[in-house]
């Protein structure tokens, strides 16, 4: 059976989905009395979240970092590249039907820099806006909100990296075009995702694209993302109408340290330093931490901390787990350190909700109790393949129920937790993991892309639809 749903009209889709499952599985969840439900606030979002160089193809854009570094031999684990990806550019009505008819209520996806500018600064590509514009039309046709990402990773090659400051102001004029073409349909906007995960796994490690082990390299990437950030926030909100919200994207985690040995907690504390608070202090106006000073006042100019103070309207949290931290006789005399043996682990990562509430009563406690949006949090697991259109995936149902009652809890202790948005909305390309980790609602086949949901998108819908941990 096809899923190509682009022009199928709606009460046939939903025939479609109960021939597949998906349907039939929503009434078929246990019914819970309203007293034994963990209700989110009225409004909450609910929401999906994906990004344009995991899942469009190359096709109509210009090349980007991620490009080089995936064409570049034994970069990526399975020895693929991002040159189909799940070719959403063009498959994008299909995913979109299937999210629609489980009730997903938002979709943050990316805007892929190099598709706006594959050539240059300056005038942008035509069709690659109007790709966009399509886009967004076609999310709000179907009753679903757009969350767009101005930056998801993916910087067009004439742009250079985040060693020149250079960077920070083409990244902000970009913004700027994006926001005036989309900006009277979408309300809600994202400016970065995961700056930290770029200037360490990207610059320090060399696991991510650019993929440079430079300890100098990392503390002008923390500092040429934030100052891009603040100016690019400044640049949106000239170009929007009155009433927009934007935000931006850190991977917050808490950091631990591995084992009980003394070293290993001043090593925990360096990397908290360097991961959460070098991104978070100075965009609330602390400045940056005093110990990192020196490393990075030969990037920091004058007026550099004002721009980057710039309190956005929301913060989107990524969490998947804690970080563990060992000393170690490297540049900056830490590395990642393993978990407790007794953690359960996913395909990627170790298994740890309770850290979702920790990193959600920190930042309201530490940042002014801003407005937080969960705008990552998923689970790889090896799927089995499809069986009777559907793929049985169980295990990820109860993972995602833990942290969502997780989110709950946090919500009832006071965090100010607006929405959440599952990663990732089908399978994708997941970086230099490439095709090896399967995180989607939706699996994809990389050969046919032929798209079948799993069980666990008939979960997802079940809690949308009573605003609640089911």
Not at 358 to 386: I, K, N, S
Not at 444 to 462: E, F, G, H
Request: with cysteine.
């Amino acid at each position: 059976m096809s899923l190509n749903t682009s022009n199928t009209p709606l009460c046939n889709r939903r025939i479609m989905l109960q021939a597949l499952g998906l349907t039939v599985a929503l009434p078929s969840m246990p019914a819970f009395a309203d007293k034994n439900l963990a209700r989110f606030s009225d409004g909450f979002v609910w929401g999906v979240a994906a990004s344009a160089p995991q899942t469009e193809s190359r096709a109509g854009r210009g090349r980007s970092n991620w490009d080089t570094f995936a064409d570049t031999a034994g970069a990526i684990e399975d020895g693929s590249t991002n040159s189909l990806c799940t070719e959403f550019d063009q498959r994008y009505p299909d995913d979109l039907a299937l999210l629609a008819d489980a009730g997903i209520k938002a979709f943050r996806f990316s805007i892929s820099w190099p598709r706006i500018q594959p050539d240059g600064p300056g005038t942008p590509n035509v069709a690659g806006l109007a790709f966009y514009d399509r886009l967004v039309d076609a999310m709000l046709e179907r009753g679903i909100a757009p969350w767009p990402t101005i930056f998801h990773w993916d910087v067009p090659v004439w742009a250079g990296d985040f060693r020149n400051r250079e960077i920070a102001q083409h990244l902000a004029d970009y913004a700027a075009i994006v926001a005036g073409k989309l900006g009277d349909r979408v309300h809600n906007w994202i400016v970065l995702n995961e700056p930290n995960s770029v200037a360490l796994q990207g610059y320090g490690t060399g696991v991510h694209a650019p993929g440079l082990r430079s300890a100098k390299a990392v503390f002008a990437a923390i500092h040429h993302q934030n100052l891009g950030q603040g100016l690019a926030l400044q640049a949106m909100r000239a170009a929007l109408p009155a009433g927009r919200r934007i935000g931006t994207t850190i991977n917050v985690a808490p950091v631990r340290p591995e084992g009980d040995r003394v070293e290993n907690e001043a090593a925990a504390r360096l990397l908290d330093t360097m991961w959460n608070k070098a991104f978070l202090d100075p965009l609330y106006g602390k400045g940056y931490p005093s110990s990192l000073t020196p490393m990075l006042s030969s990037f920091v100019q004058g007026g550099d901390l004002a721009v980057i103070a710039t309190k956005p309207d929301f913060l989107g949290v990524n969490y998947y787990t804690r970080i563990y931290a060992r000393a170690a006789g490297t540049a900056f005399g830490v590395t990642r350190g393993e978990p407790p043996a007794n953690l359960p682990r996913t395909a990627y990562f170790h298994v740890e909700p309770d850290g979702l509430i920790e990193v959600l009563m920190r930042l309201h406690d530490d940042y002014d109790a801003p407005d937080l949006f969960v705008t990552e949090t998923g689970f790889a697991l090896d799927d089995p393949p499809p069986l009777d259109g559907v793929v049985e995936d169980r295990e990820r149902i109860g993972y995602l129920a833990s942290y969502l009652s997780a989110a709950h809890a946090a919500q009832k202790q006071g965090a100010r937790l607006k929405g959440l948005f599952y990663w990732s909305a089908t399978d994708n390309w997941e970086w230099g993991k490439g095709f090896t980790k399967k995180f989607g609602l939706i699996h994809v086949d990389m050969i046919s892309q032929k798209r079948t949901p799993k069980r666990s998108l008939a979960y997802y819908a079940n809690c949308i639809r009573h605003n609640a941990v089911t």
